[in-house]
């Protein structure tokens, strides 16, 4: 089992930025990925990065924008979030995965109870 706690959502402007993190506890896992959900649309996927660090992923819809990173002797995992855009709003997820990276919702096997992100005009 993994348990996974989000934070770091908010109210924010549009171009304004927000850090968040996933504080994961339990067994060991490699991958881990941001997913989000706004309302009325399905659950997509942000950003996915390796146990390592050295690999990660990113949606078009964020890249250049939103930035990926853990912390392995936290247990902790990062999605830095610059130039926000109303489009961005959403309940944001984190997810890990024993695959190596992975972009499919499927592959993440531990989720976490998610965090609002909310990005006004």
């Known amino acids: 089992q993994v348990q996974l706690v989000e934070s770091g959502g908010g109210l924010v402007q549009a171009g304004d930025s927000l850090r968040l993190s996933c504080a994961a506890s339990g067994r060991t896992f490699n991958s881990m990925g941001w997913f989000r959900q706004a309302p009325g649309k399905e659950r997509e996927f942000v950003a996915a990065?390796?146990?390592?660090?050295?690999?990660?992923i990113y949606a078009d819809s964020v890249k250049g924008r939103f930035t990926i990173s853990r912390d392995n002797a936290k247990s902790t995992g990062y999605l830095q979030m610059n130039s926000l855009k109303p489009e961005d709003t959403a309940v944001y997820y984190c997810?890990?995965?024993?695959?190596?990276?992975?972009?499919?919702?499927?592959?993440?096997?531990?989720w976490g109870q998610g965090t609002q992100v909310t990005v006004s005009s």
């Open positions: 997810a890990v995965s024993i695959h190596s990276i992975a972009a499919r919702a499927g592959d993440y096997g531990y």
């Open positions: 990065i390796s146990r390592s660090g050295v690999s990660t």
